[in-house]
């Protein structure tokens, strides 16, 4: 858990000075290499790859159904899963393409309302999507 507080307090100290959009894009950049290809980081990991290669096997409302109640997961969370299971090749593909929609998803939102330091408040979300869900950004 050190590792993610180290982080989480650099990230936010650097980006409130971040003002380039470079500097900008190089640190979505270090964000995505620490979460978007972290492997076998969290303790949340390991249930994570095994739902995605239970439902690579295919997938049905009944094992919806089961991640949903038994793990308490997002029923939409659980369909991107099971879609994504049958078309791409590895869980951590997975987890990368869902890591580089929330980066860019954050970019849009600042740009919508008119936000020139997204590193800032990316290092504001880190806050809650690492230390209180101690890694857990992926769901």
Known sequence: MII??????LSLGVSSFIRKPAH?????AVVFVFIGLRFETGFDWPAYK??????SGG????????FSETFQQEIG??????????IL???EIFQAIITFLFLASTVLVCSTFRVKNYAL???IA????????AFSTLR
């Not at 900008?24 to 979505?28: E, P």
């Not at 095994?50 to 439902?55: G, M, T």
């Open 126 to 133: 880190l806050t809650y999507l690492l230390l209180t869900l």
């Open 77 to 86: 969370f659980v369909i991107i899963t099971a879609i994504s299971a049958q």
């Open 121 to 123: 408040v990316l290092s």
């Open 50 to 55: 095994d739902q995605f290669a239970y439902l």
């Open 4 to 9: 993610y507080i180290v982080f989480w307090a």
């Open 59 to 66: 997938f049905s409302p009944a094992k919806i159904q089961y």
């Open 89 to 91: 090749p590895s869980y």
């Open 24 to 28: 900008q894009f190089l640190f979505l």
